[in-house]
């Protein structure tokens, strides 16, 4: 069995966790989020416990067994507390504008990049170079953390671009190499 799938999740105060059919709703402080659970995988709830169990001992039972005590426990964490990314642009000229739900990226084109921020998300600006996305589905934010990267990745050579808070971009010496 999956030594995830075993581990009990408490729920910390001000957290609920209720399970109407097939989908778990957790609720806290900072919002609510559901998950619809998979057919092989079963959720008991007590007052301040949730154990997954599987309904067999199938290896894909087993698998989703863990992954959803994962899913779970993610979601106990953002009602609770949150997530939050860091992002920022290195470059000459590289920057973030943040105006209500736009975000204004200039890294090295032409013209700026213009992305929208979605609904369920909350952006602020900590510098011209830095932005932290934040909200309570990791999912989420991990996803659109990683769109805004993608528009300009770090590059190995001079190191541009635009990472995540903390990321070790692996340098790289160019043509000096080659000799």
Known sequence: MSRIG?????LPTGVTASLEGNTL?????????????????TVEISDTEIVTKAKDNSKEANINVGTMNSLIAN??????TGFSKGLEAVGVGYR??????????SAGF??????????????EQVSNTEITISGID??????????????REPEPYKGKGIR??????RRKEGKKAAK
């Open 75 to 80: 979601m106990i964490e953002g009602v609770s």
């Open 164 to 169: 995540y808070k903390g990321e070790y971009v």
């Open 138 to 151: 990791k999912q989420k934010v991990s996803e659109f953390a990683a769109n805004v990267r993608k528009i």
């Open 96 to 105: 973030f504008q943040v105006n209500g739900n736009k975000i204004n990226i």
């Open 25 to 41: 709703t957790i609720k806290g402080a900072k919002g609510s989020l559901s998950l619809d659970l998979h057919k092989l995988v």
């Open 110 to 123: 032409s013209h700026p990049v213009v992305v929208e921020v979605p609904e369920y998300l909350k952006v």
């Open 6 to 10: 075993n581990r009990k999740l408490t």
